[in-house]
Nanobody, 128 residues
């Protein structure tokens, strides 16, 4: 059974940092494109960042550029999201997702239906 398990969420003050992790079980992420999405209350799930299978190319939504960094460690079967300079508007449930056999540029994978597997989510709350 495939599982993606996020961890690292929590409560932080504006301007602070959090580091999210997403570990996979039941599949090897080596050839998967990996993404992070978030969903705020009353809003649709929104793209945050994506990284290719090598970890050499990344793509971010404009609102997090320069503040968030996505990375991966294929040996540990894990993807990370380092979040700095957090703002109250970053408050959401954060989800990791995996996409098998990507063939398009990273910017093509910003919609949730593009992904095959999802984690259960981890809450990030940023207080003002």
């Amino acid at each position: 059974q495939v599982q993606l398990v996020e961890s690292g969420g929590g409560l932080v003050q504006a301007g602070g940092s959090l580091s999210l992790s997403c570990a996979a079980a039941g599949l090897s992420l080596n050839t998967y494109l990996l993404g992070w999405f978030r969903q705020a209350p009353g809003k649709e799930r929104a793209f945050v960042a994506v990284i290719d299978w090598r970890g050499s190319n990344t793509y971010y939504t404009d609102s997090v550029k320069g503040r968030f960094t996505i990375s991966r460690d294929n040996a540990k079967n894990t993807v990370y999201l380092q979040m700095n300079s957090l703002k109250p508007e970053d408050t959401a449930v954060y989800y990791c997702a995996a996409r098998a056999r990507p063939w398009s540029p990273l910017a093509s994978y910003t919609n949730a239906p593009s992904y095959n597997y999802w984690g259960q989510g981890t809450q990030v709350t940023v207080s003002s």
